[in-house]
Nanobody
Framework: QVQLVESGGGLVQAGGSLRLSCEAS????????VAWFRQALGKEREFVAA????????YDVDSVKGRFTISRENAKNTVYLQMNSLKPEDTAVYYC????????????????WGQGTQVTVSS
């Protein structure tokens, strides 16, 4: 079993920055893939970025490329999402997800989810 807890959300002005954290507890392996998803009001949950715990592979979608950076600190069992140059359209609940297998953009492939953290970007 793996438990995930997100933190770091909040209210920021457009152009500002936030760093989200996803801390994992329980049995965690280097083969775990970890991803960030977000769900805006009235929209479907969408993939944002993913990273392997050990392999160092990173991927993020075009809408956040150059602004968001996913990283990991395995000694702390923590994955981060550094969000810079935030836009109002980034407003959403952000979720951390983990899977034993390779990362995917499909939320249905992930076994474990955090509770989410709200990010609100004002204009």
């Amino acid at each position: 079993q793996v438990q995930l807890v997100e933190s770091g959300g909040g209210l920021v002005q457009a152009g500002g920055s936030l760093r989200l954290s996803c801390e994992a507890s329980g049995r965690t392996f280097g083969s775990y893939a970890v991803a960030w998803f977000r769900q805006a009001l009235g929209k479907e949950r969408e993939f944002v970025a993913a990273i392997d715990w050990s392999g160092g592979t990173r991927y993020d979608v075009d809408s956040v490329k150059g602004r968001f950076t996913i990283s990991r600190e395995n000694a702390k069992n923590t994955v981060y999402l550094q969000m810079n140059s935030l836009k109002p359209e980034d407003t959403a609940v952000y979720y951390c997800a983990a899977d034993y297998a390779a990362w995917s953009t499909d939320s249905r492939s992930y076994d474990y989810w955090g509770q989410g953290t709200q990010v609100t970007v004002s204009s």
